[in-house]
Nanobody, 124 residues
Framework: QVQVVESGGGLVQAGGSLRLSCTAS????????MGWFRQVPGKEREGVSC????????TYADSVRGRFTISRDNAKNTLYLQINSLKPEDTAMYYC?????????????????WGQGTQVTVSS
């Protein structure tokens, strides 16, 4: 049984930082590209960043490039998202997801397994 669990969200002031983590079990972690997504109520889920199986290739949404950094530790089956210079518009539920194979995509439809999310709230 595949389990994906996010952690690290919280309430922070604008300009602050957070580090989100995601652990995956029940799958061969380095067989999967991984991604971070976010969603606010009433809006579609938005792709934030994704990373290749080895971590060599990363992709970012324009809205977060330069502030967010995705990384992974395959020995620990863990994905990370370092979020700096937080803005109120970054407030959302953040989800981690796994996509079988090597295709890098920010399209949620390309991902196979999802976590339950961790809330990030940025106060102005």
């Amino acid at each position: 049984q595949v389990q994906v669990v996010e952690s690290g969200g919280g309430l922070v002031q604008a300009g602050g930082s957070l580090r989100l983590s995601c652990t995956a079990s029940g799958l061969t972690f380095d067989d999967y590209a991984m991604g971070w997504f976010r969603q606010v109520p009433g809006k579609e889920r938005e792709g934030v960043s994704c990373i290749s199986r080895t971590g060599a290739i990363t992709t970012y949404a324009d809205s977060v490039r330069g502030r967010f950094t995705i990384s992974r530790d395959n020995a620990k089956n863990t994905l990370y998202l370092q979020i700096n210079s937080l803005k109120p518009e970054d407030t959302a539920m953040y989800y981690c997801a796994a996509a079988a194979g090597e295709r890098l995509s920010l399209d949620p439809r390309h991902f196979d397994y999802w976590g339950q999310g961790t809330q990030v709230t940025v106060s102005s």
